[in-house]
C-alpha cells in the first residue's frame, strides 16, 4: 500500500496556509497603496483647483478665451492631471483637454465641490467658479480636473516592486527553513523508529523494545515509553495465558464429572415428566370441551355486535348530516356578515374617492388655464402664485381623501381575510380591535353608539385573528340589532386585560336586556328574539363556539331586563 510523508503532508499545509495569508496580506498592501496614492492624486488635484480656481473665474467673467486656454494648456501640463473640462455658467463647455469621461457623465450634484469616483480608469475633482465682484458672489462655471489609473500606478510602481520582492525573499527563506527543520526534527527520528520496530520478535520481547538515540526531550520519548510498555504487556499476557491453559485443563476434569452426574439426573427427571404429560393429556380434553361452548357463546356476541355496529353507522352517519348542516348555517351566517360589510364599506370609500376625482379635476382645469395664458404670453406671476396655491390645496385635499380611503380598504381587507381563513398570525389586540370596530362604520352610523375601549397598547398576542374579528363582529351586531332597538344613545363598553396567561376580555352594553328564560338559552343554535324578522339565531353560537373550540376559553353572559348585557371571556391565548 503506498504511504505519504508525514512531514511533506505537515509542511504542504502549513507552507500553503503561509502562502494564502502572505498573498492577502501582499494584496492587501497593494491596495492600500494604490487607494493611498488615489487619494493623493485627488488632494493634488484640489490643490491646482485652489490655485488657478481665481484666474479662472475671472478669465470666465471677462469672456477672455485666450486667457483660460493658455491656463488649460498649463493645468494639462502637470503630470498629475490626465484631463480637463472647463464650462461656463450655462453649462457649455470653454475647454476639453486630455483624457475625460464622455459628455453624459458631467457631475449634477448641487454641491460646491466634490470628488468625482472612478470610472472606466478615470477619477477627478469638481469644483464651481465663483468670481467676488463689488462684494457679491458670482458663479461664472465650473472646473473638472480629471486623473487615470495609470498615473497611480506609475507612481506606486517602485512601492509595488519591493511588496512583491519582499514576499519572495521572506517565501524562500521560510521554505528552506522549514525543510531543514522537518528533515532533522522528523524525518530522520521517524525512520529510525521505522527501522527499530521492523526488528520486533514475539520470541524475543526483551530485545524488541524501543531505544531512541536523539530528541530525548520531544514526544518520541512518549512514544517510546508506551511502545516499551506494551511490550511488557505482551509479556504478562503471555504469562497470564499460560496460567489460564492450566486452569482449563482442571475445569475440564471437573466438567466430565458433572456430566456424568447430569445423565443421572436427566433419566430422573424424564419418568417424571411422562406422568406429567398423561395429567396434562386429560386436562386438554377438558379444555376442548370448554373451548366448544365458548366458540359459540363467541358466534352470539357476534351476531349482537354486527347488529349493534349497523345501528352505530347509521347514528354516526345521522349525526354527520347535523354536523354539515350546522357547519354550513354557520358559514352562511358568517358570509352574511362579510356581506353587510361589503355593501356598507362601499359608500365609505366612495365618499373619499369622490372628492379626490373632483380635486383632480379641478387641478387640470386650472393648469389647462395656466397653460392657455402662457401660450398667449399672458401668463402673470400673479395667476401663477394663484395656481401654484390652489394645486397645493387640491393635491393635500387629495392626498388626505386617498389615504383615508386606502385606510378603510386596508381595515376591511384584513378583517375580511381574517374572518374567511384560520391563520395565526400576531395582532396588537387594541390595534385590532380599532381596525374591526372602523370597518363595521356603516353600520353603526343609523344608531350612533359610543363605544369606550379601554385596552392597554401593548397588549400583542399570537392567535388565529379571524376568530376575534368573527366573534367582536357579532357582539357589536348583536347589541345594535337587539339590545339599541329603537335606541339612539346606546353605549358599548370593552375592558381588554391580561391576567398572568390568560386574556380577559368584558363586553358590556346599556341595550335593552334578556330575561332569565331568554338568557339561558342564549347560546343555543337558532334561538333569536327576532324569529320572523330575519334572525338566524347563530351569532351566539358561533361566539361560543370560537370562545371555547378555537381560542379554548371560556364565555359567561349577564343580563336583566333593562339593564343591558354583559359577555366575560377568559381565552388562553399566546402572549409575545
Known sequence: MT??????SLLTNVLSVYFVLTLIVTSVQVVGEYYDTKNMLVQ???????TFSHSLARSLWEYNTPQIEAIADGLINIPAIAGLVIRDDTGRIVSQLG???PLRAFPTISADSYELPERDGVFGYYSKLVFEFSGDSTQVGDVTLYTTRDIAIQRIKVSLYFIIGSAIVKSTFLIMLFSVAFHRMLNRPMRDLISQIQNFRLDDLEHSKLHIRSLRNTEFLLLERAYNQLVENLKEYQEDLDRAQKQLLHVNQKLDEQNGILEQEVARKTSNLSRVLVDLERQKNDLELRQDTLENEIRQRRVVETDLREINT?????????ERTQDQLIESEKMASLGGLVAGITHDVNTPIGISVTAA??????????EEALNKKALTQAQLTKVFKLSKESLDLLESNLARASDLISSFKQVAVDQTSEVVREI???????GVIQTLNPRLKPFKPRILIECPDDIEIRCPAGAFAQIFTNLIINSLIHGFENKQDGEIGITIERNDDKLVIDYRDNGKGLTQQQLDQLFDPFFTTKVQQGGSGLGTHIIRNLVTQTLNGTVEAESEPGQGLTYRMTLAVTFI
Open 428 to 434: 396588537n389586540i387594541k390595534d385590532y380591535l380599532n
Open 99 to 101: 483624457r475625460t469621461p
Open 3 to 8: 504511504t505519504s510523508s508525514i512531514s511533506k
Open 314 to 322: 347509521r347514528l354516526q352517519e345521522s349525526l354527520s348530516a347535523l
Open 361 to 370: 379635476t379641478y387641478i387640470r382645469d386650472q393648469l389647462t388655464e395656466a
Open 44 to 50: 493634488e488635484l484640489h490643490n491646482q483647483q485652489s
